[in-house]
């Protein structure tokens, strides 16, 4: 055999045996993941089914009372499941028209001086601490939505006076720090799109606009749906800002009032929780986890099923 054979079967050895490595590591790391989830799952079960079966499924996820530390204690948190629903999917209708559009502005439309300026803007954005939001929402939106509020219910003799901190300021807050997630990656998923799709469309004669609207967001349907996946994930996980701005009473999911979502629920009360209420507490928690779940599998399986119409 040639030398020049010799060094080929050489280098043939060494990559495979680089792959055969690679393979490796990230089969451990993809192993340490499915880990992850797993024993977060059963951590969630172990700990919050015990006060289900003390309390009962139906006191629990359809009371409407929540006093846990009352001499007859109530848990109900039919309330407070409502008012996450409620509040993530308000907080999506407004945050994602308006992060995908924005999206559509940097990538296809601005100019590059302008995109040059907005585009490290909505990247602080995303830097800034979720409590900082809280902050400016007490100081500045609080005081605004109590203006409205006074306006609103003047001669109302049964409406209870938040001074601002209700569902509205928690949605607009929502709405807000969802925003960096939809447009950087919306953005990512349109400049993602081949150019000869856009070139095409143009060649047809179709306007710049419409080949936006037409062609280019449809083919980044998938990456601006995982946005929407990660926005709702962060609006439906956040819980200093909201603790700050909503209230946190358990009341019914209206505008004005003062309301308490499943994630506010657990950080308000935990610190002196024990015995029963604690362990409803992880109850809450493990709502919230199968609230999440349940929100990844349906979205996920709207984008497969879109991706095999366009296929």
């Not at 799709?197 to 419409?210: I, R």
């Amino acid at each position: 055999m040639s030398d020049a054979q010799n060094r080929n079967s050489l280098v043939k050895k060494r990559k495979s045996a680089t792959e055969e490595t690679a393979q490796i590591i990230f089969t451990i790391c993809a192993s340490f993941t499915i880990l992850a989830v797993l024993s977060i799952t059963v951590y969630m079960i172990i700990n919050g089914t015990p006060a289900l079966f003390k309390v009962g499924i139906k006191e629990i996820l359809f009371g409407t009372i929540w006093k846990p530390t009352a001499a007859d204690p109530k848990f109900g948190i039919l309330y407070v499941i409502l008012t996450s629903i409620v509040g993530t999917l308000m907080a999506v209708l407004l945050g994602v028209p308006i992060g995908v559009l924005t999206a559509v502005f940097l990538a296809e439309v601005a100019p590059k001086r302008l995109a040059a300026i907005v585009k490290p803007a909505v990247e602080l954005l995303a830097g800034i601490p979720s409590v900082i939001y809280g902050l400016l929402g007490l100081m500045i939106l609080n005081p605004l939505m109590y203006k409205w509020e006074l306006i609103l219910f003047k001669d109302s003799t049964t409406h209870q006076f938040t001074g601002g901190a209700n569902l509205i300021s928690a949605v607009l807050v929502l709405a807000i720090m969802i925003l960096p997630t939809v447009i950087n990656m919306s953005e990512t998923a349109i400049r993602a799109v081949h150019p000869q799709l856009k070139s095409s469309s143009l060649a047809l004669g179709a306007s710049h606009m419409q080949t936006i609207f037409k062609v280019i967001l449809p083919a980044a349907k998938s990456g601006i749906m995982t946005a929407i996946v990660l926005g709702i994930g962060r609006a439906i996980g956040e819980a200093m800002a909201i603790t700050l701005v909503s209230g946190s009473s358990v009341n019914i999911p209206l505008p004005f009032n003062s309301v308490r979502f499943l994630t506010t629920a657990i950080v308000s009360e935990m610190g002196y929780a024990s015995d029963l209420h604690r362990q409803v507490l992880f109850t809450i928690g493990l709502v919230l986890f199968a609230f999440i779940m349940i929100i990844n599998l349906i979205l996920e399986k709207i984008i497969k099923s879109g991706g095999e119409q366009d296929a």
